[in-house]
């Protein structure tokens, strides 16, 4: 079916949701319709600002919309989503895709089956530094990767481990560039600030292939947002907070001429700064949403891709906390396991 003007609901009006309405409010072939917030206050105050009404009840908005954000508290996702399923409503669901692994699972194979768009909001696969970096990199041969996701504590937030709150961003990113199977995850993390994980570093070993090394922190009095490649041939580094990226590669040694001989000093590498183009990636995600509804299009990022993704968190995760893995140093109360590949099947 060809949709003239789409009309769109948001479910959860909080900090990020409020972004989706301002994002779809500003979009010319899309109608706000309303929005639906258990805080009654809240989702009050942002409908009166976007002129549209308000919904206690998320599911008498669905009976007006073709499509919605679901941008609610991770363990209200499944209920949620299967509710627009059920009314067979397109969906962008904010990551990660459910609270638990089994709730995950089959929440994407509800969405394999139903007619709808579904997709998932890893937003950073929207970052134009990060689509900048895919193409860069589209033919080279990656050895390995390395992430840095750093930000200074925040209260909010810290009841979940920092895997699952800033590590499961790059670990989408480095699935996506790395596309193999996993053979091993060494994963090592500890609580510093709360009683959760609040500084993680993982290893991801592919098969025959590149390692990724994930660092994920928010006890750190810097915001970074930082991927470094390593590749035969340049050196790739990309800044997704500020949005450039630098190619280091190898200078070729000039000759004397008439001589069979090299000259006596070391050339500095060439290095090409990029330019990126200025775009938001959370109206460049939206966008895609809108065109894969309209086309019925794939969307960038499926359930598929997002339970892929939350499955290595999980699994990370496991290694900080599972008993049986454990190699403590009391000294410090640090904890290094690694997960054997028989975990990893399902990844």
Not at 5 to 12: A, E, N, P
Not at 74 to 79: S, Y
Request: glycine share 4%; aromatic share 6%.
């Amino acid at each position: 079916m060809v949709l003239n003007r789409l009309r769109v609901g948001v479910i959860g009006v909080g900090r990020m949701g409020e972004r989706h309405c301002r994002v779809y409010a500003n979009m010319p072939t899309i109608d706000l319709v309303g929005v639906s917030d258990r805080g009654v206050e809240r989702g009050r105050a942002i409908a009166d600002a976007y002129d549209v009404p308000f919904f206690e009840e998320y599911g008498d908005l669905l009976e007006r919309v073709d499509a919605v954000s679901i941008v609610t508290p991770t363990d209200t996702h499944f209920a949620v989503a299967a509710d627009c399923l059920r009314q067979q409503v397109h969906i962008l669901l904010e990551k990660p895709l459910a609270h638990t692994l089994a709730e995950a699972r089959k929440l994407a194979e509800l969405a394999e089956r139903a007619p709808v768009v579904f997709q998932v909001g890893h937003i950073e696969r929207f970052n134009p530094a990060f689509l900048e970096l895919e193409a860069i990199l589209q033919d080279m041969d990656v050895v390995g990767l390395a992430a840095q996701r750093l930000s200074p504590f925040d209260t909010s937030g810290t009841d979940a481990d920092v895997v699952y709150d800033l590590m499961i961003h790059d670990i989408d990113l480095a699935l996506t560039l790395l596309p193999r199977e996993l053979s091993h995850i060494q994963a090592t993390g500890r609580a510093a600030r709360t009683t959760a994980v609040d500084y993680a570093v993982a290893t991801l070993s592919l098969a025959d292939g590149p390692i990724a090394s994930l660092t994920a922190s928010r006890i750190t009095e810097q915001k970074v947002r930082l991927l470094e490649v390593t590749t035969l041939g340049a050196y790739v580094t990309a800044d997704l907070l500020n949005k450039s990226i630098r190619v280091y590669r190898r200078a070729i040694p000039e000759f004397i001429s008439g001589q069979q001989r090299p000259l006596r000093y070391r050339q500095e590498n060439l290095v090409e700064c990029i330019q990126i183009p200025t775009a938001e990636p959370l109206h460049l995600e939206l966008q895609d949403f809108v065109r894969c509804v309209r086309d019925n299009g794939r969307p960038k990022v499926s359930a598929t891709e997002a339970l892929r993704a939350l499955t290595v968190a999980s699994t990370i995760s496991d290694c900080i906390h599972a008993p049986e893995w454990e190699r403590h140093d009391r000294r410090r109360g640090d904890v290094a396991v690694t997960a054997p590949a028989s975990r990893l099947a399902a990844v």
